[in-house]
């Protein structure tokens, strides 16, 4: 089966690139990838795949039935949407042609890669006894996230999955190369907002003031305190501010500073405990110091778990399909996915697809207007996640 998957792999190469350079070159935001979605119900129209749309207006649910496909159910995931960021002056057939819209993070490259997986296994349906399932996802990039609001509206209502899978690329692993993390593997993400509302002026009259750049500035030193000194060092934590506007002027201080960051950790409890610490000190400092602050902060996704057995089932499929040498293990990432609201619900793995060329530096980073892959990667993403699923219903 693994020689038959990797010949329908290579055959299907081909036209699994012209998928990914069609998506590449229209890339949609996050909740408005109609055209996306309209594309991907094309083509499994096309193949004969059953399926059901309108999750989340874009959302897509299809399914490959085997023998029987009252038995064993499995579910595999994409993303759809891209970022807004304006591509690169590189010099490729299928740059964005939406301006400042773009698909930085390689959901072009794993929409693509299931749709080529959906075909093998429609392909090798009689080899398998019950359902998988296909989940096309909108809205990875933005809050609440699609993946939470697919399952609020019921994506499994019909067909409960026993375990899902996602795959995400890597551009640090040459085409060819997948990584695999058991348990812990990515943090929570959450949103802070502060409004520090001081008294501004003239530069030269500071006593007249209440400051609140420099009230804003001090608030920024003393939370970073917060995970110095109130988290365990064993649990991971980040917090980080990017986002620092004080409108003044040279010899202006403005009435108030907007600041935003975010918080990000593995722990629940801590989790929780922090965001209070935080708004407790972001409200007694302002406070001490003559002004006054709102603090707003938004939670974002909860940390990714990938289950072991069905993490350990599928880095021993991979294994077999790109042998052992190909096969990494990954270090825990501070970076944050909605696939973790899977995570959260069903035994579930997300790994990762290299998809850089071999002795190579990468293309560029996630979320870079540089960023693009070997697409020989594609050959490995389609037939890799088409094994271990087929591997995963026996």
Known sequence: MKDRIQALAASLHPEIVSVRRHLHAHPELSFEEYKTSEYICNKLTEWQIPFSSGYVKTGILGRIEGRKPSKRIIALRADMDALPIHESEHNCEYKSQNPGVMHACGHDVHSSSLLGAAKILQNIRDEFEGTILLVFQPGEEKLPGGAKL???????????????????????????????????????TDEIYITVKGTGGHGALPHLLADPVL???????????????????????VLSFGKFIANGATNVIPNEV????????????????AHQRMTLLAKSLCQSMGADCEIEIRNGYPFLVNDPETTANARQSAAEYLGSESIIDMDLRMTGEDFAYFTQAYPATFYRLGVKRPGQAPFGGLHTPDFDIDEDALRHGMGLMAYIAWKAMQ
């Open 150 to 188: 697919m399952m609020d509206e019921g994506v499994f209502a019909e067909y409960k999955p026993e375990l899902i899978i996602g795959q995400h690329v890597m551009p640090q692993y040459e085409a060819g190369q997948a990584g695999f993390r058991p348990g812990m593997y990515m943090a929570s």
């Open 215 to 237: 009230i804003a500035s001090h608030l920024i030193v003393a939370l970073q305190q917060i995970v110095s000194r109130n988290s365990a060092p064993e649990i991971p934590s």
């Open 258 to 273: 907007q600041i935003e960051g975010t918080f990000r950790t593995m722990h629940e409890t801590w989790r929780a405990e």
